[in-house]
């Protein structure tokens, strides 16, 4: 492990509380919801655990499991999330997946005003995002073009489409095509 980065040195000392980045090998589970393991080269946030024998460990999540207690308690000790460590390390695209699991959920950068949207219906909302979790981003692209105030609702506490295209990144690698797609139309996420 000649070219580990820093935070990952023993001394606890040194290890900062949060750290991003894509996962070595694809031995490490997900301490979240799912459980799942964390396949080699997918993004994942690891927290600092600090043991009762004084010796610490990092308990990873994968993107889609970084909760909002999670993004706010590292956002709390860090200030924002370009302080998390590994993050200047990540590629645009790469920052911008993590941004979007921790920005949203209340911390980090100030919140922006969005443009003033008409109203959309809350069932349309739900059919959006149902079409974004089945990853049938055609349909999205679709809906978007009709009712571009789609791009970031979020109805009942549900991912947002950028949420699921997180996701896809992580299984399909298909983002890249989709973050400018959604940025064009006004992404305001963060």
Not at 68 to 82: F, M
Not at 145 to 164: E, F, I, M, N, T
Request: hydrophobic share 40%; aromatic share 6%.
């Amino acid at each position: 492990m000649g070219d580990a980065p820093s935070y990952h040195h023993r001394n606890k000392r040194t290890r900062p509380p949060s750290v991003v980045e894509p996962a070595k090998t694809g031995r490490s589970k997900c301490k979240g919801k799912c459980k799942a393991v964390i396949a080699q080269g997918d993004l994942r946030v690891g927290t600092l655990v600090e043991m009762p024998n004084g010796s610490s460990s990092w308990a990873w999540r994968c993107l889609g499991c970084v909760t909002p207690k999670v993004a706010q308690n590292a956002l709390a000790k860090l200030g924002t999330i370009d302080h998390i460590a590994g993050f200047d390390a990540l590629d645009s695209d790469q920052q911008a997946v993590v941004a979007a699991a921790f920005l949203p959920q209340g911390g980090g950068a100030a919140p922006v005003a969005a443009p003033a949207q008409p109203t959309i219906d809350v069932g349309q909302q739900h059919l959006f995002l149902d079409a974004a979790k089945e990853y049938d981003f055609d349909k999205v692209k679709k809906m978007l073009a009709k009712a571009p105030g789609l791009v970031d609702v979020q109805p009942a506490g549900r991912w947002s489409a950028l949420h699921q295209a997180a996701q896809v990144l992580a299984t399909a690698r298909r983002l890249p095509r989709l973050m400018p797609f959604l940025q064009r139309r006004g992404l305001s996420c963060y």
